[in-house]
Nanobody, 114 residues
Framework: QVQLVESGGGLVQAGGSLRLSCAAS????????MGWYRQAPGKQRELVAT???????NYADSVKGRFTISRGNAKNPVYLQMNSLKPEDTAVYYC????????WGQGTQVTVSS
């Protein structure tokens, strides 16, 4: 069982940047898809960005051009660079890694003030 722990969240003013990291309790040497999701209060969890093992990326329309998902190493397999943050980006952000199973982190809070 792999445990994922997100970090890098916090409070930032609109227009600012944050970089989220996802640390794994065991080395992730292979995967199908890695992604970042978010859930704002009162809303359903939504996809933010994904990256496949072939390096293909996909972004929600709301974050295109502002967020970048990237691969790291076996212990920190995925990052999310968030630029030009907006108040509507406020949410709990989760990393997810799909190998044979789906693994989710517990989330990190991102709050963007106007």
């Amino acid at each position: 069982q792999v445990q994922l722990v997100e970090s890098g969240g916090g409070l930032v003013q609109a227009g600012g940047s944050l970089r989220l990291s996802c640390a794994a309790s065991a080395n992730i040497f292979s995967f199908n898809v890695m992604g970042w999701y978010r859930q704002a209060p009162g809303k359903q969890r939504e996809l933010v960005a994904t990256i496949t093992n072939a390096g293909r990326t996909n972004y929600a329309d709301s974050v295109k051009g502002r967020f970048t998902i990237s691969r790291g190493n076996a212990k920190n397999p995925v990052y999310l660079q968030m630029n030009s943050l907006k108040p509507e980006d406020t949410a709990v952000y989760y990393c997810k890694i799909t190998t044979t199973w789906d693994y989710w982190g517990q989330g990190t809070q991102v709050t963007v003030s106007s």
